[in-house]
T-cell receptor, first 107, second 114 residues
Framework: DAKTTQPPSMDCAEGRAANLPCNHSTISGNEYVYWYRQIHSQGPQYIIHGLKNNETNEMASLIITEDRKSSTLILPHATLRDTAVYYC????????FGAGTTVTVRA | DSGVTQTPKHLITATGQRVTLRCSPR?????VYWYQQSLDQGLQFLIQYYNGEERAKGNILERFSAQQFPDLHSELNLSSLELGDSALYFC?????????????FGPGTRLTVL
């Protein structure tokens, strides 16, 4: 399993883009980058995943560097409901959650 | 609502006891995953079943076991419970066991061992 490093916390203003960095320098060729989030003690919620190319869906965009050693999750217009712990995972389906980044969106 | 259901929501029991947690995956999903989330260990993968067969094992203790039934629901059995087993237990499901499929998590079962 590739180890991931994320900042422990970050604040974001409502309506602004939130850029969440993740370092996964030991990622192997067959490991995907996944992003999940967890609001309070609810079950984690899938956001997005990718292997090499940048990805976008209705929730977020994922930018993966060419060497795949790091990535950035972009929430384009953060809302108060986006306040959560965001987990970056570099793995196969045996998801290994680290400490994540606690994102607080402020009005 | 992810479509994954877990019962019970809360469970309080004593040390040394045995409990069974139940999970019903989303309709059509063949894979079921179990995770444990405790305050000191974070969210850890325990075990995965795919279409009734064990597919992958993580940090699952020998006192814990799981199975997936023909109707695809799954049960996680925890025995000889210890105080340290108190945690949130999540079940997730996905369409197949391939790495690229997103997992849908249930609401969890909160287990308290007294």
């Amino acid at each position: 399993d590739a180890k991931t490093t994320q900042p422990p916390s970050m604040d974001c203003a409502e309506g602004r883009a939130a850029n969440l960095p993740c370092n996964h320098s030991t990622i192997s060729g067959n490991e995907y980058v996944y992003w999940y989030r967890q609001i309070h003690s609810q079950g984690p919620q899938y956001i997005i995943h990718g292997l090499k190319n940048n990805e976008t869906n209705e929730m977020a965009s994922l930018i993966i560097t060419e060497d795949r050693k790091s990535s950035t999750l972009i929430l384009p217009h953060a809302t108060l409901r986006d306040t959560a712990v965001y987990y970056c995972i570099a793995n196969d389906y045996k998801l290994s959650f680290g400490a994540g980044t606690t994102v607080t969106v402020r009005a | 609502d992810s479509g994954v259901t877990q019962t019970p929501k809360h469970l309080i029991t004593a040390t040394g006891q045995r409990v069974t947690l139940r999970c019903s995956p989303r309709s059509g999903d063949l894979s079921v995953y179990w995770y444990q989330q405790s305050l000191d260990q974070g969210l850890q993968f325990l075990i995965q079943y795919y279409n009734g067969e064990e597919r992958a094992k993580g940090n699952i203790l020998e006192r814990f076991s799981a199975q997936q039934f023909p109707d695809l629901h799954s049960e996680l059995n925890l025995s000889s419970l210890e105080l340290g087993d108190s945690a949130l237990y999540f079940c997730a499901s996905s369409l197949a066991g391939d790495p690229y499929n997103e997992q849908f998590f249930g609401p969890g079962t909160r287990l308290t061992v007294l």
